[in-house]
Each structure stands twice: as structure tokens, then as C-alpha cells.
């Protein structure tokens, strides 16, 4: 009944993505017939390609087509291959999922660790450490550490496959490299709720139950903090999706951010406006998966819902 | 969608009134120069500004001026950080693309401040439909990749530095306004708020007068923390060549150009690297420097496994208390206990010798003002001081016959399960919020045993019958918000007495509640006592209370107990003048709680300020100049069947 | 120009030729690994404009014609061919028996089937344009097939040597729809086995191939991998025996391995900056200039790293080399340009040029406009480079030239033959035309060469066009680029066209 309800409501927000994600496209400079005939055509040539891309007809009309392809896949053919865009987003999203979630799980676990580690020892030497690491880890852009690591680990060491998707092997380094942000922003958030919920009275009881310290942690303490590091989870897993847009172009991994990419400066408009569509689907599956999870973490927001 | 979203948005985070709002800006600068990392993150900042305004002035050559017989060169003492592709001086260029790069992360969190804190504030103050249209709104921005979003706003405007600016800004627009938002929804439920608008206070007013100043505090912390990641979204702008216009040097597209040259010219990207990995660095040092000013919770302590800090502090455990006589069938017997907080400033004295015993089926209750040290009392008797936070610095305690200091924490933990029981002020926050009730119970009851399911649940449910709950089947599945302020606080005593401890600790267990409930939570405890024997320790700063259930009474001030003894003989007639003054202000009912003591003359001391001599002295009629007061504190004495600790008892007796 | 490229050909072969003469009619061995900087999404003729493409059509199919590695024309499908008197039909005889590698006859029908496809509007072919004069298509009988041309032209078999032109299976086509694009089903030695989307693809022999190029190689491997770095990573691990697009920087490195080198193939891909002849740049003496104030050596070697050499005439290199007319460098002479300029009526600081460029289009494009800026202001004139996307790029370079608002535009162009290249860019009024570049002379020669079928009359004809062109300096001519692949040495045989395409015909592995 909620997540009916809850997906009743993102419709008007998926509706006006869909709009702006059609504006948006249309206002991005180039015209996907003059790049697809080259810089040799004659005007001629290119309203040929137009008029059989269909750029002609009026923004209600191809608005209209736009909507239609959501069910229909046959009406939403990529400009460049003339496959329905479903079939290139399904082919690929496999691939970025596994990046993404596989970075994410990764940079949580990581993260929770390195923050509870900063967390029961402020101030030490794991802590001075962790934190240096954590804002390098912030601080470096992406496409960097990722060819740091294509030079370190498969050229230097030649442990792992340097590009490519063909392989478990093949996704290692992506996912470690991933991995770095959510790892950097979880040992942060952990830390700071954690040391939050440290003072609270609920722990003097469990301690006062005989618990050892180590179960006061993580049963009492980390499962309050993790309420406020579940949404942040659930923001940084729509980061990571357009994050991949720059993983997949450095590791050479077919994913949908690489397809958005070459989209983008081929300007294969029905291959953006679906992946970007698709993006703000999963942000608002996203979004209600973290909403129950949040219930199931916190008592309290489940009764909240009820009296709504 | 951006990389700092929710640092500093706690849900609970709760707003203090505008306490640094009036401060003056050389205090928070004050406050910053006192933590390590806000003196470098400061520093580094100044620097860097100072670098973003004299940079160019500062430039050894011309950053622009090509060379092609020069190009890729390694640093020498001509090119200090060496030359770029083009032949240009590196050193030079990073100097003048210093205000173009901060230029960035400043104008990019600038532009994300100006329009997403007003629609964060205006969403939280106006509600209905304008919030509904301003999340909304948030959720549609959010839901494009940023970089995506950022990659059609700078290609719709063209790529040019001020593009980049704003299209860095309005990625960032969501986290503010939604950080605006909470903060200012959560300052709007104070009290005090709630009641300047009751009272019709202009609104712009309220929000400038108050909200702001409020919010400011985490909104620029957020600012600073913000300021990394825009830099690097820019910087994976200028990846995807839609960066600042070459040829003006910015630090990010120059670490992006400089990419393929990662192996063959590592100094190329090098310096941009670390200028810009520095300048991120400074920034969120300076901003966790701020979240610790603003942010108190962030600046708690931590308890280290107790081991540790007790090694530190004290040779390992020495049973031999157990030996003395007058240890043995007592409940608790503390002896010159002496307890000091960990300050920057060293150790900070709070329990300044306390003796005292209870013994099995006795109630002794504390009294004292608010910063007496009862509560840190209580706590050091129940073992759950934070040896980081505080230090036992002499003094034993044994409980039920057995030492409680210097355990190993296998031992502390037995010691706890099996001979105490703690009830806290305020039962809400007593109690796990996320776990059921039956989950707590049960916890307390398999602590140290095993036992099948059927038999704890059995268990939990005779437990919740003894604290008087209804329904106890029915109730061990709910949570604590689905019960009253009393019953939490019964649930509460119920999981203290899971293993029959030999000590019930109570911490001003009735102060959070209605008179009524106040009443019958003392009534069930006195019951409890009498069926099971154990003692208590009770806490308060309720004479009344004091009067109707405890069997002894200790007067707490400034860190000793100053008269203690049977209550009936203190009450009757007390001998320490401030036993007197807290018995004189005391009303004759229960109600008004809390406000008796203030009308003892006179300030609470200071801890670490105390006079010299008897340290009621400032506030005492009786000591009067007197000499005696003045030269050393007065020693414990036995004076007409109590202990008191004043020179001059015997002349409260005439 | 000519003799370097042929040098480096045959170094690249010499081993490999020799053995190959033993070899021809061994059994196809070893799996050749390709690693692409681009990702082809099809390839079918009509809408490939990839490099990678090119190579797969060439492998997968066949046109009637082809082109060698030095860009000659030899007969491929086609057995003969012939003009008819008033030039307006051509004729080609095919070989007879052949099939696809579905086993659907390649006859007659099937080749003008293939033509008339891709002409045919509702296709919408991004190449009816260039094909646009083969007019009719007509097969008669088994073996012979008409192109009943709209008016006489003299480039047809350069058109139709080209991969654009391979035969498809229209009616396998028709059956699989967009998939043909990722499957096709050509004559050709090998065919595609697999296909996954922007991860790579992999070509097995035909097993029903009867022609003069039969497979040697048991698998042709190619990974996509966009990132310079990255790729190289992949030949240095040995994960990959060729690699495209070396970047300069990392040539070292690659030269420094000890089982694969850098080779350096002429590229036809001439890139120049093309003004818009209005305002200032309507004065030959500005242009003029302008050419004067270019370091193309400093640029080529500097910024470029070698891999491009300073552009001596209108087309690059293996365009149609019997066509094709170089002429002396043009020297680096700021002193000069600052004269010209002083004699426009321009003082130092007083002209303003704008120009566009775009950014990772081609090698190192954004770092040579910040370079050409700096060459502008050497000689006083004030430079405002606009580096911008690669969608607004094409935008500006396709809009008339009454609608720009900059004055040029960086522009790389692999030429499809001197008729269609001149033709497009300089012949007056015409839509490629974007620098509004009139000359009726020109005009005159280009009807005249379109029409003309003797090659003595054509090289004499474009030899004038040439002339013409590079004196009146309608672009910044700049440099021809070099290709750069990483090879590895257990590769032989390996050829590369200058239109980048690789050429798999005698490939071998030690």
C-alpha cells in the first residue's frame, strides 16, 4: 500500500523529468543529422537525415513520440544504430550496476568500518590516518586515481586486467576505484553519528545489562547512526550512476554512463533522453528503497507514516 | 547527487538559541585557533586566498607565452615546477589560475547558498503547497546524474568560466536547500520561536533575527565542506572539455589536460594535483574545525574499551577490599573517592573525597545543586564513567562486597550484569529508540546465561508485570515512542532489575515526570525494594522526595558531602548551614520542582574555582569573616548522630 | 611525401610478405587482439563513419572495387567495366557463383539491390549524398550490373572503391533489421561472430569464401576502449597485439617495450582552419598573413609530438596521389605577416579574430588553438579561441557563412576523392561551402573535371584547381596528421590505409 502510494506520487516527478529531460536534450547545442552526415554535407543532405530522424515534426508531436517509446520500444530507436533504445540500455546497465552496487557496497562496508574505527578511538593514530585518507580520498578526482591504478596494478604488477568488461576480473579496479567516494563519505557520516550517539543514556543501559563494549557499539550505537547513512546511501547511489559516466570511460567497461556519453557528442538524442529517464526511475526506486529501509531501521518514522 | 550531501543534516540535530549569534567573530576565530586542524585548515585557507589575490602580481613569467622548443621540460631552477605542453611556465600558471580555481569553488557555493538557502528557509516557514513544490522541484534536480546536469547547463550557456560557476552551483542547489530546510524547521519548533510567532512577530523579522543566525553555523560548514567537491565537479567538466576557456589556466582542466601525461611527465600533473588536493584538504579542515564549534555532539568523546584507560591509571586490580570488615555486607561502600573531569587544562576535580556505604535494603539519597558532582557520583558507582572523559584519581568502590575499579572488562561486565541496575532521568532517552522493548528486556535477561527463547520471553514478561505494565505480552513487541513517559521509565527499572541486582542507581528517576506518575514510580520502587532487598542510590534535588522514601540522606556541595546521615535526623534538624538553606527553600509540597534551590543566596561555585577554605564559604551567614573558615576546608565529623563537615555545627544545635 | 609512406609500408610488411607467398594458401592460425579507441555502433555501410567500421566492412564484405594499402584501385567483385560512349552508363561485369555467408547468391540483382538501398530516401543513409550521382542502378542479367548516371562522371571508381560501397544482403537486411548493423552478412573473408555493445566484437573466418583474400587469421579480437591511457595499458600488458590512436606522449613508452613498436602510417586527415571569407579575411593580404604567422613545425613537433607534418597542399596524402599537387612549405615569418597586416591598414592590436575549435575531435585540437592564438598575438593581432564541445562545434562549422559570428573554424577532413572534395568546398554557392569561397574559374574546372574520364586531362584539370586553391588561401592550412598504432612484433603482415583503416588481407602471427 505505501510503496503504492509512494510510486503514485514520484509520477508527477518522473513527468516533469521526462519534460525537462526533452527540453533539456533539444536545447544542447548540435544537430544530431548535420553530425551524423559530417562536415562535408550540403544543407540538402542534412534535411534528408533530418526529415527521416523525424526532427522535423513539431516538439508536441516528437514529445508525444518520446512518450510513447516508454512503452513502446519500436517508437524509440537509436539515431545511430537503429536499435530500440531498450535493447542498447538493457545490454549495458548489467555492467554499470555492477560497477555501482559493487562500488557501493564496497565504499559502505569499508566506510563503516573506518568510521567506527575513528569513532571508538578519536583522536588516534587510526584516526589521524583514516581522515587523511578520507579527504584524499575526496579530493581526487576520479578519472586520476583511476589510471594510478591501471598503471600500478596491471602494468606495474600486472595482477589485474588493465581495460575492459569480459572478465569478474575485469571489474575489480573499477569497483575498488569507485569504491573510494562512498568509503571517504561513510567513514566521515559514520564517525560523526556514531561519536553523536555515543552520549546517549540507552548506552549506560545497555552497558549497565553487562553487554560488552563491542555489542554496545554495534548493536546499540551503530544501528542509530546507520538511520541518518542509509539516505546518504541512497544519494550516493545516484551519484555513482552518473559517476559512471567517467569510471566507464576510463576502464573501458560498456555501461550505460559511456553509452550517455558517446550519446551526448553524437547527439543521439533518443538514447539520452532514455538514460536519463531511466536514471530518474532508479533515483525514485532508489529513493523509496532507502524510505523503507529508513522504517525498518527507525520505529518511529513507520508510525509517522501511519497517522499521515 | 553531490558528494557532501548529508554530513551535517542529522535528523535530531537540535537548535540552541542564539548563543553564537551574539558572539563576536574573534571568539569563533578564537574557537577555531584552539583545534589543531582549524589552526592549519585557517592557514592554508589565508594562504590560499592570499595566492587567489597576488597570484598573478606574483607569477615569475609570462603564464601565457608559449614556447615550443621548451615544452614537457622537467622542474629546474628556471621552470620551477617545469613547463607544459605548449612550452608555458607551470609554476607561473598555477599562481595565476589560483584565483580562477578558487574562483570556482567560491562563486560555485556561492551561487548554491544564495538560491537554495532561501528556498530551503522559505519551504520550512511557509509549508503546504510551496514546500510540496519546492521538494518537488529538489527531487527533479536530484534525479539527473550532476554531471550529466552540469554537462547541458554549461553546453546550453557555452563553456566559459562564469558558466562553469553557475552550472557547479545549481548541482549543489538541492543540498542546501534541503540542509536549509531541516535546520530551519527544527529552529522554527523551539519554544521560544514558536512563541514570537504566537505573539505575531513579523516573520522576515524572526527569520532574520533568529533563523539566520541559527542556521548560519551549519550552513557555512556545510559552505566549506561544499567547496571540494565543486571544485572537482568542475574539474570533471573540464574532463569532458566542457571546462574554463583555454588558454586561462585553472587548476582542474590543467590537472585534466595533463591526464595522458601521467607516466611519461608525472610533474606535469603533480602540481595542479596537489595544489588543488591541498586546497580541498584546507577547506574541509576548516570546516570540521567549524562543525566541531557548531556542532557540540561531533565533539563527544568516545569510551575506549575500559581496560585501557584503567591500566593507565591505576596498577591492575587488587582484590584486597574485599578483606576489610566493614566492606563485607554492604551494598555499596565508597571510600575517599575522588573523581576529576579530563579538561584541555589538565584534570578538573569534581568528587573531592567522598565516603559512603549503603547497605542491602536501605535507600541513601543524594541532594545537592545542579554541578554538586551527584551525578558523576552515581555514575562512578555504576562503573559507567568514560575513563576518557574522566578519571577515578584515588578512592575505592565496591559493590556488594566485590571492588569495582581496576576490572578487567570481562569483569567489569560481570560486575554490572550481576549487582547493578541503573534508571536514568529521562526514560526516552534511556532507552533504544530502534529496538522493541521485548528485544531490550531480553537482552538484560540472557546477559551472561543462556536460555531458550520461551523461557526469556517468560522472563520478560514476569518483569514487566513486576513494574505493574498491563498486557505484558502484547507490549514486549512495541517500541519505546508507543508508551508514556511513565511507563518507559518503568520499562526501564524493569530491565535494571532483569538480573536482581544488588544495587538499584537511580538518577533523578522522577524529574522528567507528571507529579502523579512521579508518585507512583517512587511506590513501585519502594515496593520493589522490600520484596527483593537490594539497596538504592537515589539522586535528586527533591527535599520532599527525599523526606518520603530514602532511609539516608547525603548533602552534596562543591564535590564532598558536607552532612549525611539518617534522614530524619538531618531533615529534623540540619546542622550544615547549607543543609539548612536548601531545607529553608524547600516549599512544603512537591510541586515547583527544581526551582527551590535558586533561592539560596548566592552562586553555585565553580568547579576549579572554589574558595579557598570551606568552599560554602562566599554563601554562608554562619561563616562570617571567619578565620577558620577561610584557612582549610572543615573535616568530616561525627556531630549529634550525623557526619557534617562544618567547623561551626555545633551552633546550629542551640 | 610519396616515398615515405611507401618506406614505412614496406618496413612494416618486408618480413611478412615473403612468408606470406608460402603461406597464401595455409590454414587460417592464431587470434589477432585489436585494441579501438572508438566504438563502432554499426556497421552497416550505410551509417558506419568509423575507421573500425571501415576495417570490418573491408574484412566482412566486398565492393566491386577496392583500394589497396596505398590507396590504388583494384578490382574486387568486379571483373571489368566500362563507360559507354556519351559517359553516362557504367558497366561492371562481377565474378559469377559467389555467395554470402548465409548462402544467399551474390548475383547481379543483389548488387543493385545494395546500391538502391542505400540511395533510397527512406534509409536514410548518411552517405546518399556522396553516392547521390551513381544515379539508377539496374542489374541485367546474371553477371552485369548498370549505373545510368545523371550526368557523366569520372570519379565513379573511386566512389565505388570506397567500404561505403560494399555489397550488403539487402534481404537478410530486410530480415534482421537493425541488427544487420551489428551482424552483418556480407562476401567477405571473415564475419562477425559476436557483438557485444561497447565492450567489443570478434570476426571468424567465412567459411564460404571463394575470393583473392582468404582469412589467414583464425580470430580478429577487437576490445573498445576509449581512454588513451588505458588502451596502452592494454598492449603493455601483452593483453592486445595492436593498438589505435597512440598519443604522442606515450610513443616512449611503447617503443621502449620489448615486444611491440609504434609505427607511423601517412594519414589522408588534413587539418586546417577554415575562414569565413567575410570582413577582415575577405583581404587575401590578412589571410596571407595569417599563414605566415604559423609555426607549423614548431606545432607538429612541439604540440603534436611528430604525429603530423606541415600540410603542403589543399588534399592530404593518398587522397588520389596521381591527382594530387604539394607545394613548397610555407615559411614562418611573423616579420612578413606583421608587413601584410600593416599593409591591410591593420595596427598592431587593432584586428580581432574569433575562432573555433573543438575539443578531444582530433590530436591535441584545444591545445593548438591555445597555440594559434599565441601566433595571432605574436603578429598583433588580437586572438579569441573558442574551444567548445564537439555538438556546438559541429553546429557553428555547418552554419552559413552569413551566420557565423566567428571568423574560422578548426576542421579536419579525410578526403573521398579530389572531384568530391573540391567540389563540396569550393565550387560556388554549394552546401558544403561554408567559407563562401567563389571563384569562377574554379567553378568552370570543377564542371569540367566532374565530366572529364581521361586521367592525363584530370591531373592536369585539378593540377590548376590546386594551384588556385592554395594561393588564394582560403584556410589556415595547417599539418596532415600521422597515425600511430602500437604493434606488437608478433604481428606481421599488417597494413593501414590512409584513411585509417586497417587491413587484415596478410596478416600473420609469429
Redo the contacts between chains.
Keep these: 500500500m505505501f510503496v503504492l502510494r509512494r510510486l503514485g506520487s514520484a509520477l508527477p516527478t518522473l513527468f516533469a523529468v521526462s519534460l525537462l529531460v526533452f527540453l533539456f536534450v533539444d536545447l544542447?547545442?548540435?544537430?544530431p543529422a548535420?553530425?551524423?552526415?559530417?562536415?562535408?554535407?550540403?544543407?540538402?543532405?542534412?534535411e534528408?537525415?533530418r526529415k527521416?530522424?523525424g526532427l522535423n515534426e513539431p516538439l508536441l508531436t516528437r514529445y508525444g513520440q518520446f512518450l510513447r517509446g516508454i512503452w513502446d520500444p519500436s517508437a524509440a530507436?537509436?539515431f545511430?544504430?537503429?536499435?530500440?533504445v531498450v535493447v542498447?540500455l538493457s545490454?549495458?546497465l548489467p555492467n554499470t550496476l555492477i560497477v555501482s552496487i559493487g562500488g557501493l557496497a564496497l565504499g559502505i562496508v569499508v566506510g563503516t568500518i573506518a568510521g567506527i574505527i575513528c569513532a571508538m578511538r578519536p583522536g588516534g593514530l587510526a584516526d589521524a590516518a583514516i581522515t587523511v585518507l578520507t579527504l584524499a580520498g575526496i579530493s581526487m578526482p576520479i578519472?586520476w586515481l583511476?589510471?594510478l591504478c591501471?598503471?600500478f596494478f596491471?602494468?606495474n604488477l600486472?595482477w589485474l586486467?588493465?581495460?575492459?568488461?569480459?572478465t569478474p576480473a575485469h571489474f575489480v579496479l573499477p569497483i575498488l576505484v569507485i569504491a573510494t567516494r562512498p568509503a571517504a563519505m561513510f567513514s566521515r557520516l559514520v564517525a560523526t553519528s556514531l561519536l553523536e550517539s555515543m552520549g546517549k543514556d540507552y548506552l549506560d543501559t545497555a552497558r549497565a545489562k553487562g553487554l560488552s563494549e563491542t555489542r554496545v557499539v554495534l548493536f546499540h550505537a551503530l544501528r542509530n547512526s546507520l538511520i541518518a547513512a542509509v539516505s546518504v546511501a541512497g544519494v550516493q547511489f545516484g551519484g555513482m550512476l552518473g559517476g559512471s559516466v567517467v569510471t566507464e570511460?576510463?576502464?573501458?567497461?560498456?555501461?550505460v554512463g559511456?553509452?550517455l556519453v558517446?550519446a551526448?557528442?553524437?547527439?543521439d538524442y533518443p538514447v539520452i533522453q532514455y538514460a536519463i529517464l531511466m536514471f530518474a526511475f532508479f533515483f525514485v526506486v532508489i529513493n523509496l528503497v532507502t524510505d523503507l529501509l529508513t522504517q525498518w531501521l527507525d520505529p518511529r518514522t513507520r508510525d509517522q507514516e501511519r497517522t499521515t | 547527487m553531490s558528494i557532501m550531501p548529508n554530513v551535517l543534516s542529522a535528523p535530531e540535530r537540535t537548535a540552541r538559541p542564539d548563543e553564537f549569534a551574539r558572539q563576536s567573530r574573534w571568539v569563533l576565530l578564537r574557537r577555531i585557533l584552539s583545534q589543531p586542524k582549524g589552526v592549519v585548515g585557517l592557514t592554508l585557507v589565508t594562504l590560499y586566498l592570499l595566492l587567489a589575490i597576488f597570484g598573478p602580481v606574483l607569477a615569475p613569467q609570462d603564464a601565457?607565452?608559449?614556447n615550443?622548443?621548451q615544452?614537457?621540460r622537467p622542474p629546474s631552477a628556471a621552470h620551477w615546477f617545469g613547463t607544459d605542453?605548449?612550452?608555458r611556465d607551470v609554476f607561473s600558471r598555477i599562481l595565476v589560475g589560483a584565483r580562477a580555481t578558487l574562483g570556482i569553488g567560491v562563486g560555485g557555493v556561492a551561487v548554491a547558498f544564495l538560491v537554495g538557502v532561501p528556498l530551503g528557509v522559505l519551504a520550512a516557514w511557509r509549508r503546504g503547497w510551496i514546500e510540496a513544490a519546492v521538494m518537488r522541484a529538489i527531487d527533479v534536480m536530484l534525479s539527473f546524474p550532476d554531471i550529466v546536469f552540469a554537462l547541458a547547463v554549461v553546453?546550453i550557456l557555452?563553456?566559459n568560466t562564469q558558466n562553469v560557476i553557475i552550472a557547479v552551483g545549481i548541482v549543489s542547489i538541492p543540498v542546501f536547500a534541503r540542509t536549509a530546510r531541516a535546520v530551519t524547521l527544527s529552529i522554527l519548533a523551539e519554544p521560544y520561536i514558536e512563541g514570537s510567532i504566537a505573539l505575531g512577530a513579523n516573520p522576515v523579522r524572526v527569520i532574520l533575527r533568529h533563523v539566520l543566525p541559527n542556521i548560519s553555523g551549519t550552513l557555512l560548514t556545510l559552505s566549506t565542506l561544499l567547496f571540494a567537491s565543486t571544485l572537482l565537479s568542475a574539474s570533471g567538466l573540464g574532463f569532458?572539455?566542457?571546462g574554463t576557456?583555454?588558454?586561462f589556466p585553472e587548476w582542474g582542466t590543467m590537472l585534466g589536460?595533463s591526464?595522458?601525461?601521467?607516466?611519461?611527465?608525472p610533474y606535469l600533473a603533480t602540481f595542479p594535483g596537489l595544489f588543488l588536493a591541498v586546497s580541498a584538504l584546507a577547506f574541509n579542515l576548516l570546516g570540521d574545525a567549524l562543525r566541531t564549534i557548531y556542532d557540540p555532539t561531533s565533539r563527544r568523546v568516545a569510551r575506549r574499551a575500559p581496560l585501557l584507560g584503567f591500566l593507565r591509571r591505576r596498577a591492575p586490580a587488587d582484590p584486597a577490599p574485599q578483606t576489610a570488615d566493614e566492606a563485607t555486607g554492604l551494598a555499596v561502600s565508597v571510600r575517599g573517592l575522588r573523581i576529576a573531569y579530563r579538561t584541555s587544562e589538565g584534570l578538573l576535580e569534581v568528587v573531592r573525597g567522598v565516603d559512603l556505604t549503603i547497605r542491602p535494603g536501605r535507600t541513601l539519597a543524594v541532594v545537592g545543586e545542579s554541578g554538586s558532582g551527584k551525578s558523576t557520583l552515581l555514575r562512578a558507582v555504576g562503573t559507567l564513567v568514560n575513563p576518557q572523559e574522566v578519571a577515578i584519581t584515588a578512592g575505592e568502590i565496591s559493590i556488594g562486597g566485590e571492588t569495582a575499579l581496576g576490572l578487567a572488562p570481562a569483569a567489569l561486565r560481570d560486575l554490572r550484569r550481576r549487582k547493578i541496575g541503573i534508571v536514568f532521568q529521562d526514560a526516552a532517552n534511556a532507552l533504544n529508540p530502534v529496538l522493541t522493548i521485548g528485544n531490550q528486556l531480553a537482552e538484560a535477561v540472557t546477559a551472561g546465561s543462556r536460555l531458550d527463547p520461551a523461557t526469556v520471553r517468560q522472563r520478560c514478561i514476569g518483569l514487566l508485570r513486576d513494574v505493574n505494565i498491563a498486557d505484558p505480552e502484547r507490549r514486549l513487541d512495541m517500541y519505546p515512542h508507543q508508551f508514556s513517559g511513565g511507563m518507559k521509565q518503568r520499562i526501564v527499572i524493569a530491565i535494571a532489575l532483569a538480573q536482581d541486582p544488588e544495587v538499584l542507581l537511580a538518577d533523578e528517576p522522577t524529574s522528567a515526570l507528571d507529579v502523579t506518575i512521579q508518585q507512583q514510580i517512587l511506590v513501585l520502587l519502594a515496593e520493589i525494594q522490600k520484596k527483593r532487598g537490594m539497596a538504592i542510590l537515589l539522586v535528586t534535588h527533591d527535599l520532599n522526595l527525599v523526606a518520603r522514601f530514602a532511609d539516608d540522606v547525603a548533602v552534596m556541595y562543591a564535590g564532598r558531602l558536607v552532612e549525611s546521615g539518617d534522614v530524619a535526623t538531618v531533615l529534623e534538624r540540619p546542622l550544615h548551614p547549607y543543609t539548612q538553606a536548601l531545607r529553608a527553600s524547600a516549599p512544603g509540597g512537591s510541586e515547583g520542582r527544581g526551582r527551590h534551590l535558586r533561592t539560596i543566596a548566592g552562586e553555585p561555585p565553580l568547579i576549579g574555582r572554589l574558595p579557598s577554605g570551606c568552599a560554602f564559604r562566599p554563601r554562608c551567614q554562619r561563616s562570617a569573616n571567619r578565620a577558620e573558615c577561610a584557612a582549610s576546608e572543615p573535616n568530616v565529623r561525627a556531630v549529634a548522630g550525623r557526619d557534617v563537615a562544618c567547623a561551626f555545627a555545633e551552633e546550629a544545635m542551640r | 611525401m610519396r616515398n615515405l609512406r611507401r618506406s614505412c609500408y614496406v618496413t612494416v610488411l618486408s618480413a611478412g610478405v615473403s612468408i606470406m607467398a608460402i603461406q597464401v594458401q595455409a590454414q587460417p592460425a592464431g587470434t589477432l587482439r585489436v585494441?579501438v579507441g572508438a566504438?563502432p555502433?554499426?556497421f552497416d555501410p550505410a551509417?558506419n563513419?568509423l575507421p573500425v567500421g571501415n576495417a570490418v566492412d573491408l574484412a566482412v564484405m566486398e565492393g566491386l572495387f577496392r583500394l589497396d594499402p596505398q590507396n590504388n584501385v583494384q578490382k574486387n567483385l568486379a571483373t571489368d567495366y566500362a563507360f559507354s560512349p556519351d559517359g553516362k552508363v557504367f558497366t561492371v561485369k562481377i565474378r559469377t557463383g559467389r555467395t554470402f555467408s548465409n548462402g544467399d547468391p551474390l548475383n547481379a540483382e543483389a548488387v543493385a539491390a545494395s546500391f538502391n538501398r542505400m540511395l533510397d530516401?527512406?534509409?536514410?543513409s548518411?552517405y546518399?549524398?556522396l553516392y547521390a550521382s551513381l544515379g539508377t542502378i539496374k542489374a541485367v542479367g546474371e553477371d552485369t550490373v548498370e549505373f545510368h548516371l545523371a550526368e557523366p562522371n569520372g570519379h565513379i571508381l573511386m566512389l565505388l572503391s570506397n567500404t561505403a560501397a560494399s555489397i550488403v544482403n539487402v534481404k537478410a537486411l530486410r530480415a534482421m533489421?537493425?541488427?544487420y548493423?551489428?551482424k552483418p552478412v556480407g562476401s567477405g573473408p571473415y564475419m562477425v561472430e559476436k557483438f557485444?555493445?561497447?565492450?567489443?566484437f570478434r570476426l571468424v573466418p567465412n567459411p564460404s569464401y571463394s575470393g583473392d583474400y582468404p582469412a589467414t587469421l583464425k580470430a580478429i579480437d577487437f576490445?573498445?576502449?576509449?581512454?588513451?591511457?588505458?588502451?596502452m595499458?592494454?598492449l603493455?600488458?601483452g593483453?592486445v597485439d595492436v593498438v589505435e590512436r597512440v598519443?604522442p606522449?606515450?610513443m616512449?613508452?611503447i617503443n621502449a617495450l620489448k615486444n611491440a613498436k609504434v609505427i607511423n602510417p601517412p594519414s589522408m586527415f588534413s587539418i586546417n582552419m577554415e575562414m569565413v571569407l567575410r570582413g577582415p579575411l575577405a583581404d587575401p593580404r590578412v589571410r596571407k598573413a595569417l599563414n605566415l604567422a604559423i609555426?607549423r613545425e614548431?606545432?607538429t613537433?612541439?604540440?603534436l609530438g611528430g604525429l603530423g607534418t606541415p600540410s603542403v597542399g589543399m588534399v592530404g596524402p593518398g587522397t588520389q596521389d596521381e591527382l594530387r599537387k604539394t607545394f613548397p612549405p610555407i615559411a614562418f615569418d611573423p616579420e612578413g605577416a606583421k608587413k601584410l597586416l600593416a599593409e591591410a591598414g591593420y595596427k598592431p592590436g587593432q584586428l580581432t579574430l574569433s575562432f573555433t575549435c573543438p575539443?578531444?575531435r582530433y590530436i591535441?585540437d584545444?591545445?593548438v588553438?591555445?597555440?594559434l592564438?599565441?601566433s595571432f598575438e605574436n603578429i598583433g593581432i588580437k586572438a579569441a579561441?573558442?574551444?567548445?564541445?564537439?555538438?556546438?562545434w559541429?553546429?557553428v562549422?555547418?552554419m552559413?557563412p552569413a551566420q557565423r559570428t566567428d571568423n574560422m573554424g578548426m576542421?579536419g577532413?579525410a578526403t573521398?576523392g579530389m572531384d568530391?572534395?573540391l567540389y563540396?568546398?569550393f565550387f560556388t554557392g554549394?552546401?558544403?561551402n561554408r567559407t563562401g569561397y567563389t571563384n569562377p574559374r574554379v567553378d568552370a574546372l570543377l564542371k569540367e573535371g566532374r565530366a572529364t574520364t581521361d586521367p592525363a586531362k584530370q591531373k592536369e584539370i585539378y593540377g590548376e584547381i590546386q594551384n588556385i586553391v592554395w594561393s588564394d588561401q582560403p584556410f589556415l592550412f595547417l599539418w596532415y596528421q600521422t597515425q600511430a598504432l602500437g604493434v606488437a612484433n608478433r604481428v606481421q603482415g599488417l597494413a593501414i590505409q590512409p584513411n585509417e583503416t586497417l587491413v587484415f588481407d596478410k596478416v600473420t602471427l609469429k
Excluded: M
Design positions: 544542447i547545442p548540435g544537430d548535420q553530425i551524423l552526415a559530417g562536415p562535408t554535407a550540403s544543407n540538402e543532405e542534412i534528408s537525415i527521416f530522424l530507436t537509436s545511430r544504430t537503429h536499435r530500440p542498447e545490454e549495458r578519472y583511476g589510471l591501471i598503471w596491471a602494468v600486472g586486467p588493465a581495460a575492459g568488461a569480459s570511460t576510463v576502464f573501458g567497461i560498456p555501461g559511456r553509452l558517446d551526448v557528442s553524437r547527439a | 601565457f607565452r608559449q615550443f622548443a615544452t614537457l605542453q605548449l612550452g553546453a557555452g563553456a569532458l572539455g566542457l576557456q583555454a588558454p589536460e591526464r595522458s601525461y601521467i607516466r611519461s611527465h | 585494441a566504438d555502433a554499426t551509417f563513419d530516401e527512406k534509409t536514410g548518411i546518399r549524398g533489421g537493425a541488427e548493423g551489428r557485444i555493445g561497447g565492450e567489443g576490445t573498445v576502449v576509449p581512454e588513451d591511457g588505458s588502451r595499458a592494454l603493455e600488458t593483453s598519443p606522449e606515450s616512449p613508452a609555426d614548431g606545432i613537433k612541439g604540440i575539443t578531444g591535441k584545444s591545445q588553438c591555445q597555440a592564438a599565441g579561441p573558442l574551444v567548445v564541445d564537439r555538438g556546438t559541429s553546429k562549422i555547418g552559413e576542421v577532413r573521398a568530391y572534395t563540396r568546398l554549394v552546401g558544403a
